[in-house]
C-alpha cells in the first residue's frame, strides 16, 4: 500500500521579510511572495485555439474546493447507479411480461381462433337447415352431422 505524505516546499515556510517602515505597498525592487515560479506571459504565447474544451473545463478543477467535488461527484455516481439498476431491472421486467404473454396469449389467440370457426360453421349449417326447409316444407329435415370437439 502507498502512503502519501505531504513535503512543504522551503519557499513556502520562510516568511517573507517585513517591508521598509512597515509599508503597506512594496515597492518595485523587492520580490513579490507567490507560490508559482512562473512568469507573467504575453498574449502572443497563449494558444488559445490549440486548447480543447476538455482541458478548459479540466483546468477549472482547481477552482472548486475538494469537498464540492466530492459532493458532486458522489452525486452524479448515485443519480449513475439508479438509472442503471432502474433501466436493468424495467428490461428484465419486460421481459418476463413479454415471454409471458407469448407463453399464454399465443394459445389463447388459437383457442379463441377456433371457437369462433365452430360458431361460425354452425350458423352456416343453421342458415343451410332453414334454407332447406323453405325449399321443402312438407320433408324432414336431413340430419346433419356435428364435428366433435
Do not use: C
Amino acid at each position: 500500500m502507498v502512503k502519501l505524505t505531504e513535503v512543504e516546499d522551503e519557499h513556502f515556510t520562510d516568511k517573507p521579510t517585513a517591508p521598509k517602515h512597515d509599508a503597506l505597498l512594496v515597492s518595485d525592487d523587492e520580490d513579490d511572495y507567490s507560490d508559482t515560479d512562473s512568469e507573467i506571459s504575453d498574449d502572443e504565447d497563449v494558444e488559445l485555439e490549440a486548447e480543447s474544451l476538455y482541458e478548459r473545463v479540466a483546468a477549472l478543477k482547481d477552482m472548486v474546493p475538494p469537498s464540492a467535488r466530492r459532493t458532486v461527484s458522489s452525486t452524479v455516481s448515485s443519480i449513475t447507479d439508479l438509472t442503471k439498476a432502474t433501466f436493468s431491472f424495467s428490461g428484465k421486467a419486460l421481459w418476463v411480461i413479454s415471454t409471458s404473454a407469448f407463453l399464454l396469449g399465443v394459445p389463447f389467440a388459437l383457442a379463441y381462433a377456433e371457437e369462433e370457426q365452430y360458431i361460425q360453421m354452425e350458423r352456416e349449417q343453421g342458415m343451410i337447415k332453414g334454407a332447406n326447409e323453405m325449399l321443402t316444407p312438407g320433408s324432414e329435415p336431413e340430419k346433419v352431422a356435428q364435428p366433435t370437439l
